[in-house]
Nanobody, 118 residues
Framework: QVQLVESGGALVQPGGSLRLSCVAS????????MSWYRQAPGKERELVAA????????NYADSVKARFTISRDNFKNTVYLQMNSLKPEDTAVYYC???????????WGQGTQVTVSS
């Protein structure tokens, strides 16, 4: 059974930091690209950051570059999103996604709420 379980969401003040985690099970994690998306109320889900299966190569939305860092640990089947200098506009539900373009598979987590407010 495939599972992606996010955690780490919280209420944080502007300028603060959070680290999100997404633990995967039920598939070969090291063969999947991993990404973080977010969806704010009334807005479409958007890509935040992505990392290739082996790690190393990453890409980010312009709005989070130099503030967020995506990383992965293929031994722990976990992908992380370190979020620094948080802004109110970062408020959203954050989702992790696993994708294998070769096989045409993708899986989503249930999401974790991040709220940035004073």
């Amino acid at each position: 059974q495939v599972q992606l379980v996010e955690s780490g969401g919280a209420l944080v003040q502007p300028g603060g930091s959070l680290r999100l985690s997404c633990v995967a099970s039920g598939f070969t994690f090291s063969t999947y690209a991993m990404s973080w998306y977010r969806q704010a109320p009334g807005k479409e889900r958007e890509l935040v950051a992505a990392i290739i299966p082996a790690g190393g190569n990453t890409n980010y939305a312009d709005s989070v570059k130099a503030r967020f860092t995506i990383s992965r640990d293929n031994f722990k089947n976990t992908v992380y999103l370190q979020m620094n200098s948080l802004k109110p506009e970062d408020t959203a539900v954050y989702y992790c996604k696993a994708s294998n373009a070769f096989r045409g598979y993708e899986y989503w987590g249930q999401g974790t709420q991040v709220t940035v407010s004073s």
